[in-house]
């Protein structure tokens, strides 16, 4: 079984993006001596909540968009890194990007992006910055854009946004 649940734990619907959780006999059921991390990790109707953000379609499919811990709350509103990321990719300058949470005193969390442009192209913050406002709207327009040579990645590839929040902030 799958589901999608706002914050509040209760299921939300179709196209709405929240936490994907599962329940059946295939789904591990505790962590291995640690009965902490099992009970936040776990309803009380056995549902395992995955950390993970995604939304089911109308067709029941589920979309798998991101990573909660991932998650930049901007003045209480929720934004996936990934919007933020696949509207600076739209750019025709912009090789790759990441798009992370900062402190912010205002908002809680304001947004930054990381920026690498593609071998030959030249792109300033101003040139981002409008392309961002008018694709993605000004209140998901970065705050503040560093561009970088290269993105830390894992071992499957996926852009390590934890680590480079890390990185950028030492």
Known sequence: EAK?????GNEISN???????????NVMHTYYKNDVETQKAFDADGWLKTGDLGMRDDDGFYFITGRLKELIIKGGENIAPREIDEGLLK??????????????DNYGQEIMACIILKEGA???ED???GFCHQNLGKFRTPKIMKFVEELPRGASGKVQRLKLLELLTV
């Open 122 to 124: 030249s792109c300033s």
């Open 127 to 129: 040139e981002l910055r």
């Open 15 to 25: 196209q709405l993006i929240g936490e994907i959780c599962l329940r059946g006999a």
């Open 4 to 8: 999608v649940i706002d914050s509040s």
């Open 91 to 104: 750019h025709p300058a912009v090789l790759d990007a990441a798009a992370v949470g900062i402190p912010d």
